[in-house]
């Protein structure tokens, strides 16, 4: 499991622990939450226990003493972890991060239940042929995607009109912008359906997160940019929908939990039990559905201009977001600065060839990186 304590990792392990005798779980990685991942590591019996960060290898180490859990810490660790001798691999290490971790996975022919959406923003051809020349069966995680998976014909798939994600809307849907011009961190992850982490529900409220969606299920169903469509549903039940050429459209349905996608990969190719609320139509009563507003949420146009112009473009807003938001989080800068920081920086790198081999990636992610830390300094100075 790469990235055990966050919200999809801690979802994952509390239906694990449903049916102990059903798995072995053979490496649990986190970010920097030593005490959680220690405690996670002595529950499950973990064979080894990897913490992000380095400079917490010794708080790990003491923590593990005398559990039979083998403690290692830093990146080459991370993929250390992923390369282990596991048949089912849950990606959910947060941003770019995940990517080479979540390919030692692929490259070993794993089930990889993805989580990690930027893995295929930032390097979505590079990923893809990946899965292919490995073997490796990808399953994906995100809600609307893990929808799609379940009701889309792969072995008709010229019969596809089109693919519909949805999306809630996030805490600021009925906000004009000017009053997201003073929204906080504090609101901005406060999402009205999800529980979950800052900088998800952070790119949930600027629609940012239905763009990489957009991005994602580009690559996963291997759908033309115009034959996918972004939808606003904020009661969240209809989890996304696939239109078919005879006028049918088939969805997806349940209540928003988490645990249920995860089950879904968790017990491929078969279904297994999840302890989640069972849905009720006649209590909810009516579902909405709305177009997204591009003028509102210039995240949505953003990043479809972005697939459309290819090249390096999804790499740069990928790593371009991931240093805005975090700036945002440290309120350094508005809310409505992150759209506008990323569309500067993907102007001022573009045109840029698209990554061919990890090493393109990471060079293109840095120099994203390094150009919108530069346009948020100015920002907030």
């Known amino acids: 499991m790469l990235g055990s304590t966050g919200s999809i990792g801690t979802n994952t392990l509390d239906l694990i622990a449903r049916d102990p005798e059903r798995y072995r779980v053979e490496a649990l990685t986190a970010n920097a939450n030593v005490d959680?991942?220690?405690?996670?590591?002595r529950q499950f019996n973990a064979r080894l226990a990897v913490v992000g960060d380095p400079a917490r290898y010794g708080a790990l180490k003491d923590a593990l003493v005398g559990t039979g859990t083998e403690a290692a810490a830093g990146p080459e660790a991370l993929k250390e972890a992923a390369a282990r001798p596991a048949d089912w691999v849950m990606a959910a290490i947060v941003g770019a991060a995940g990517l080479e971790p979540t390919l030692q996975a692929v490259r070993r022919g794993a089930t990889v239940a993805l989580a990690n959406k930027e893995c295929l923003v930032c390097a979505g051809d590079l990923f893809m042929r990946e899965v292919a020349t490995h073997g490796a069966t990808l399953l994906p995680v995100d809600s609307e995607h893990n929808a799609i998976f379940q009701v889309f014909d792969f072995e008709q798939k010229a019969r596809v009109h089109k693919i519909i994600l949805t999306a809630s809307g996030g805490p600021f849907r009925t906000w004009d912008r000017a009053a997201m011009t003073s929204a906080t961190p504090d609101q901005a992850v406060a999402h009205p359906n999800w529980s979950m982490g800052a900088k998800i529900s952070v790119d949930s409220a600027t629609m940012m997160n239905k763009g990489l969606e957009y991005i994602e299920?580009?690559?996963?169903?291997?759908?033309?940019?115009?034959?996918?469509?972004?939808?606003?549903?904020?009661?969240?039940?209809?989890?996304?929908?696939?239109?078919?050429?005879?006028?049918?459209?088939?969805?997806?349905?349940?209540?928003?939990?988490?645990?249920?996608?995860?089950?879904?990969?968790?017990?491929?190719?078969?279904?297994?039990?999840?302890?989640?609320?069972?849905?009720?139509?006649?209590?909810?009563?009516?579902?909405?559905?709305?177009?997204?507003?591009?003028?509102?949420?210039?995240?949505?146009?953003?990043?479809?201009?972005?697939?459309?112009?290819?090249?390096?473009?999804?790499?740069?807003?990928?790593?371009?977001?991931?240093?805005?938001?975090?700036?945002?989080?440290?309120?350094?800068?508005?809310?409505?600065?992150?759209?506008?920081?990323?569309?500067?920086?993907?102007?001022?790198?573009?045109?840029?060839?698209?990554?061919?081999?990890?090493?393109?990636?990471?060079?293109?992610?840095?120099?994203?990186?390094?150009?919108?830390?530069?346009?948020?300094?100015?920002?907030?100075?």
């Not at 508005?334 to 081999?357: E, H, K, M, N, Y």
């Open 36 to 41: 959680l991942l220690a405690t996670q590591a």
């Open 217 to 381: 299920a580009h690559h996963i169903f291997a759908m033309p940019p115009e034959q996918i469509d972004i939808l606003i549903h904020p009661q969240s039940v209809v989890h996304s929908m696939v239109a078919y050429v005879d006028g049918s459209v088939l969805a997806q349905l349940g209540t928003p939990d988490m645990r249920t996608p995860i089950a879904f990969t968790l017990g491929w190719p078969e279904r297994m039990p999840a302890p989640v609320a069972r849905l009720d139509l006649g209590a909810v009563g009516t579902l909405q559905f709305e177009a997204p507003d591009d003028a509102r949420f210039p995240a949505v146009r953003l990043v479809r201009d972005v697939l459309k112009s290819g090249g390096a473009a999804p790499t740069i807003l990928n790593a371009a977001n991931e240093v805005a938001v975090a700036a945002f989080l440290d309120r350094r800068i508005g809310f409505l600065d992150i759209a506008a920081l990323v569309d500067r920086t993907v102007s001022r790198l573009q045109p840029r060839a698209a990554p061919t081999c990890l090493d393109d990636v990471l060079d293109i992610d840095r120099a994203a990186r390094a150009a919108c830390t530069e346009l948020v300094a100015a920002a907030a100075a």
